[in-house]
């Protein structure tokens, strides 16, 4: 496992918690995605920027996404941006360049820019901002729940398509409006 918010409970919980703006690190008690996934498997290592030894990984999961903000603050443009951060794009590439299954979660508050990453992942989940709830996204991963969600906007293939909207006469976009990948939940433990 790779990325900073694979153990960041704060900027799981995004904006208006402890705080207007929220702040990244220990701020709530709960799970962090990386708590949650080691509660299914006993075989995990993770490093922030990916140079944990990757060598007889069967799966690499990528956290990416963004830092806590509230209203103005989070507004694209003056330094802000819906791209993927350098440090999330390396991630990607070396975690999925090394290993043959590659799962990218984003965990922010709206779409990021994916669009040139996306061949290089095996499956991408968008996490959202699951609060203290880590737990949930690895109860999906790891097939204890079914996958159910369905996009509430339209995921733009780049910042330049915003606003982007259903509807629009020229509607391209990465992924429209309701997409999501429906699976069946399990009562116990498939291996795969």
């Known amino acids: 496992m790779?990325?900073?918010?694979?153990?960041?409970?704060g900027n799981q919980a995004g904006g208006w918690t402890v705080t207007w703006q929220g702040s990244s690190g220990d701020i709530i008690p709960g799970t962090t995605i990386l708590d949650g996934i080691e509660q299914n498997s006993s075989h995990v290592t993770y490093s922030a920027d990916a140079s944990a030894p990757m060598s007889g990984d069967d799966v690499g999961i990528v956290v990416i996404g963004e830092k806590p903000y509230a209203e103005g603050v989070g507004d694209v443009g003056n330094g802000?941006?819906?791209?993927?951060?350098?440090?999330d794009k390396a991630n990607i590439d070396k975690v999925c360049s090394a290993i043959r299954t590659c799962v990218v979660l984003d965990v922010a508050g709206r779409p990021q820019?994916?669009?040139?990453?996306?061949?290089?992942?095996?499956?991408?989940?968008?996490?959202?901002?699951p609060g203290s709830e880590g737990?949930?996204?690895?109860?999906?991963?790891?097939?204890?729940?079914?996958?159910?969600?369905?996009?509430?906007?339209?995921?733009?293939?780049?910042?330049?398509?915003?606003?982007?909207?259903?509807?629009?006469?020229?509607?391209?976009?990465?992924?429209?409006?309701?997409?999501?990948?429906?699976t069946r939940g399990h009562h116990h433990h498939h291996h795969h």
């Open 113 to 129: 820019i994916v669009t040139d990453q996306l061949s290089q992942m095996d499956a991408f989940v968008m996490s959202w901002l």
């Open 135 to 182: 737990a949930g996204v690895a109860d999906v991963l790891f097939g204890k729940r079914p996958f159910t969600g369905r996009l509430p906007v339209t995921w733009p293939r780049s910042e330049a398509q915003e606003p982007i909207n259903i509807g629009d006469r020229d509607y391209k976009p990465l992924f429209p409006y309701g997409y999501g990948l429906r």
């Open 2 to 9: 790779a990325g900073a918010n694979a153990d960041d409970i």
């Open 80 to 87: 802000h941006t819906l791209n993927l951060s350098d440090a």
